[in-house]
């Protein structure tokens, strides 16, 4: 399974963005996923997660209010909605899935087998 993250960019300050992640070789159908970041010397943190079914969700307190997941089943692909962005939301943006099937999304990077390789979201100050 190969993830593909995509629609970072350079935005100023209070500006928005949407993050795509779509899957090949394999499908997020029945899968959690899950968004972390990753900052220059910094650790990678959860960002947000949705349940297999979608109905549950999950944000970290830092983007609560101003970011919010969803996953389009006819698209196959999972969603990261980022409003009134701040300099600190400056980081690499990773999507992963979870490899067993129907299971809640977790908020620790190692409950997660497949990952995308990032795409760079920068915002001005």
């Known amino acids: 399974v190969q993830l593909q993250a995509s629609g970072g960019g350079l935005v100023p300050a209070g500006g928005s963005l949407r993050l795509s992640c779509a899957a090949s070789?394999?499908?997020?159908?029945?899968?959690?996923v899950g968004w972390f970041r990753q900052a220059p010397g910094k650790e990678r943190e959860f960002v947000a997660g949705?349940?297999?079914?979608?109905?549950?969700?999950q944000l970290s307190d830092s983007v609560k209010g101003r970011f919010s997941i969803s996953r389009d089943r006819a698209k196959d692909t999972v969603y990261l909605q980022m409003n009134s962005l701040k300099p600190e939301d400056t980081a690499v943006y990773y999507c992963?899935?979870?490899?067993?099937?129907?299971?809640?999304?977790?908020?620790?990077?190692?409950?997660?087998?497949?990952w995308g390789q990032g795409t760079q979201v920068t915002v001005s100050s």
């Open positions: 070789g394999g499908s997020f159908e029945n899968y959690a």
């Open positions: 949705i349940s297999w079914h979608g109905s549950s969700v």
């Open positions: 992963a899935r979870r490899s067993l099937p129907r299971v809640l999304y977790r908020t620790t990077a190692s409950d997660y087998n497949y």
